[in-house]
């Protein structure tokens, strides 16, 4: 009998001068909380409270062993280094193909698949027109769809080193 194991999203805890990354990460799986209200130190608390590997740009930090600290400003390259970095890379790349597109960006809440029917009055009609599958957050109420940013997204990962084959296959699900 063959066993399967449930593979947990990568957790990460961003500070606050990383907020265009928190949203690339959220957007390929991982499990990022950010507050832009707290400062370094405070982050990188809760993230060891709760078990999450800080993310920072603060170079007081950077000595920590459970930081990864970032010299790059550009989002590309800061995903790179998160990938570099990260003592579970193999992890990232799994979950770039099995849980992208699967988190909000904004919130952090796991999406859930919304029958498009639901959907006639809250998206546009051109949206709804063209698109069969969609999903929304039930964390911040915004509703997603496959479109041209989804296309662009996933181009940048494999700019980046990540294998999208199994994204480019799928379609927005939760």
């Known amino acids: 009998m063959e066993k399967h194991t449930t593979i947990q999203p990568v957790r990460f805890a961003a500070d606050r001068?990383?907020?265009?990354?928190?949203?690339?990460?959220?957007?390929?799986?991982?499990?990022?909380?950010?507050?832009?209200?707290?400062?370094?130190?405070?982050?990188?608390?809760?993230?060891?409270?709760?078990g999450r590997i800080t993310i920072t740009r603060d170079k007081r930090l950077r000595t920590a062993s459970d930081v990864i600290w970032l010299a790059s400003n550009g989002v590309a390259e800061q995903l790179r280094e998160v990938f570099e970095r990260h003592p579970q890379f193999s992890q990232i790349s799994m979950d770039a193909n099995d849980r992208a597109f699967t988190r909000c960006v904004g919130c952090n809440t796991p999406l859930r698949s919304i029958a498009r029917e639901a959907l006639a009055s809250r998206v546009p009609p051109f949206v709804y027109a063209s698109h069969r599958n969609f999903s929304c957050c039930d964390g911040c109420g915004k509703i997603y769809w496959d479109a041209t940013h989804r296309a662009r997204a996933i181009e940048t990962l494999e700019r980046i080193g990540v294998d999208t084959q199994r994204i480019r296959t799928g379609h927005v699900s939760a």
């Open 17 to 50: 001068m990383l907020g265009r990354l928190t949203r690339w990460l959220r957007m390929i799986g991982a499990d990022v909380i950010s507050d832009p209200a707290i400062d370094g130190a405070a982050i990188l608390s809760r993230a060891r409270r709760e």
